[in-house]
């Protein structure tokens, strides 16, 4: 018996996006699944309810593969079915699956099976915020995370905007949403004047914003970024 197909399905960034988020085979696909492996079970059942689903809730299998039952470190049931030729569905908790996702390692165990992996249309924060940004298109790096230790992440800052400047190359990096206003401040401390920063905030929802400016212009103002979904992007 042939294997399934693993499909990627991405979820809104935010509530109020959702309908923008979806296409059309999207939609037709969702309505040919009955099993998922998701991040967060409530949010991907909300974002199938909102998509259109038809197939009755109740009868869906649907695999967590958030941090808890990551620590478990056990995932081969998670494939049984596409094993067995049955099509199944991966959701990250928001945007594109595998992309500063954890659904990575999902999509990596896929392809030691051979299972077929194909991923569909739809919104990624990192992207988007590169789109809008203005800055280099052909040559971006992402970083995920910086260091959360001052010294380090003083350091890392500095070797980010070198990079920049040596290879004209877009350096783009997030925080967890509670420290954004500590990034900034040091991103405002640490980067020469004439660097460009593009902070992208709330990414296709209502409050969205994103601006691009010298580190100079951004000391002049007072933003406040905390608790909110940012990108951030360092260009020369």
């Given amino acids: 018996m042939a294997n399934g197909i693993l499909y990627l399905i991405p979820v809104p960034l935010s509530d109020d996006a959702a309908f923008q988020s979806f296409t059309p085979y999207l939609v037709e696909t969702i309505n040919t699944l009955d099993e998922y492996i998701v991040e967060n079970e409530k949010t991907a ?33 998670f494939f049984e079915g596409l094993k067995k030729g049955k099509n199944v569905g991966l959701m990250s908790e928001a945007g594109c699956p595998g992309v500063a996702d954890p659904g990575a390692s999902i999509v990596a165990r896929a ?35 910086l260091p959360i230790d001052k010294n380090e992440r003083a350091k890392k800052i500095k070797d980010l ?3 920049a400047i040596r290879e004209n190359q877009t350096q783009i990096f997030i925080e967890t949403p509670f420290r954004n206003n500590h990034l900034l401040a040091d991103l405002l401390k640490f980067c020469k004047s004439s660097t460009q920063l593009c902070v992208a905030c709330n990414v296709t929802s209502a409050e969205e914003s994103i601006q691009s400016l010298t ?22």
Avoid: C
Wanted: glycine share 8%.
């Fill in 45 to 77: 059942r909300k974002f199938l309810k909102l998509a259109g689903l038809k197939i009755p809730q109740s009868e869906l299998k649907i695999y967590d593969y958030g941090k808890h039952a990551r620590d478990k470190g056990n995932i081969n049931e």
């Fill in 111 to 145: 392809h030691q099976l051979g299972i077929k992996v194909v991923p569909l249309v739809g919104p990624s924060s990192i992207l988007l915020a590169l789109m809008a940004s203005g800055f280099s298109g052909q040559k971006f790096a992402f970083h995920g995370y």
């Fill in 161 to 163: 905007e070198l990079q």
């Fill in 215 to 236: 580190i100079s212009e951004w000391r002049k103002r007072k933003d406040d970024f905390h608790k909110k979904p940012t990108i951030f992007l360092l260009y020369p």
